[in-house]
């Protein structure tokens, strides 16, 4: 969950898949994760798709991706995590 948006643990970690994977060739092009926003990205879960509308895009993804971050949303350790309680 970030803010009103709640998503799968199961399509957080795809999200966090397509974000941690090698999305740049050269070196000189390459953006900073916080700034990185995967819409562009064709295996992006369809749910992702009303947050790429959003001027904060890549820090909506951002954090959801550190959410997914060693599957600590499955023992409830991370605050972004809903279902827990």
């Known amino acids: 969950q970030d803010g ?5 643990l199961e399509s957080v970690k795809k999200l966090k898949e397509l974000m941690d994977g090698d999305r740049h060739i050269n ?3 390459m953006v900073p994760k916080a700034n990185y926003s ?3 990205e064709k295996h992006l879960p369809e749910e992702f ?5 959003r001027d904060d895009a890549p820090l909506i993804f951002r954090r959801l991706s550190l959410a997914a971050e ?3 949303c499955e023992i409830c350790a991370n605050a972004a995590c809903a279902g827990c309680f």
């Open 4 to 8: 009103d948006f709640k998503f799968p």
């Open 27 to 29: 070196p000189r092009m």
């Open 38 to 40: 995967p819409c562009q």
């Open 49 to 53: 798709r009303s947050v790429c509308k």
């Open 70 to 72: 060693d599957d600590l």
